[in-house]
Antibody, heavy 121, light 107 residues
């Protein structure tokens, strides 16, 4: 059974760095990519970036200067780090599996429950 | 960036109705257009991939059509459990983008 679960601090101070972990099960990170998507309260979805099955990454240019996505395949974990947080970064942060060779590329076929992050002093 | 425009923003429906939701792209995305359903306080769920391909476990009342810049998600016989926000997403070019969503409400 494919599962993804986000974890991290619920509260971050302005100007500090956000660190989130997506722990996956039921599939291998060397076979599937993982996307990070965020959703501000009451708003829509924003793609942040993808780490592909080969370990390469793509980022939303609007966030690229602040964002880093990495992984530890042995632990089935994907990491998001974003610096210089501001109040507008308050959102639910979701990880989603990239469809890969089973569902097809560039589609998000399984999602985590999301991690709520509030940026506030 | 490809802009996806969804309409209407909100749709009030009666159970049993057949409805259509629209997603228009600012440039061609071929058939790299996917639909997701997000119920209140839940994560999105993939409904339709590549414009018209069905997903295992999704009720057959959901279907998709279109290519290029114009896409439609249809629900043939809306049920109460379909009350959600529906998002389209393009995977044709980076950055991946989502539409702003259509919220389905019951009349």
């Amino acid at each position: 059974q494919v599962q993804l679960k986000e974890s991290g601090p619920g509260l971050v101070q302005p100007s500090e760095t956000l660190s989130l972990t997506c722990t996956v099960s039921g599939f291998s990170l060397t076979s599937y990519g993982v996307n990070w998507v965020r959703q501000p309260p009451g708003k829509g979805l924003e793609w942040m970036g993808t780490i592909w099955n080969d370990g390469s990454t793509d980022y939303n240019s609007a966030l690229k200067s602040r964002l880093s996505i990495s992984r530890d395949t042995s632990k089935s974990q994907v990491f998001l780090k974003m610096n210089s947080l501001q109040t507008e970064d308050t959102a639910i942060y979701l990880c989603a599996r990239e469809g890969g060779h089973t569902m097809g590329p560039y589609v998000m076929d399984a999602w985590g429950q999301g991690a709520s992050v509030t940026v506030s002093s | 960036d490809v802009v996806l425009t969804q309409s209407p923003a909100t749709l009030s429906v009666t159970p049993g109705e057949r409805i259509s939701l629209s997603c228009r792209a600012s440039e061609s995305v071929d058939t790299y257009l996917h639909w997701y359903q997000q119920k209140p306080n839940e994560s999105p769920r993939l409904l339709i991939k590549y414009a018209s391909q069905s997903i295992s476990g999704i009720p057959s009342r959901f279907s998709g059509s279109g290519s290029g810049t114009d896409f439609t998600l249809s629900i043939n016989g809306v049920e109460l459990e379909d009350l959600s926000i529906y998002y389209c997403q393009q995977g044709n070019s980076l950055p991946f983008t989502f539409g702003s969503g259509t919220k389905l409400e019951i009349k």
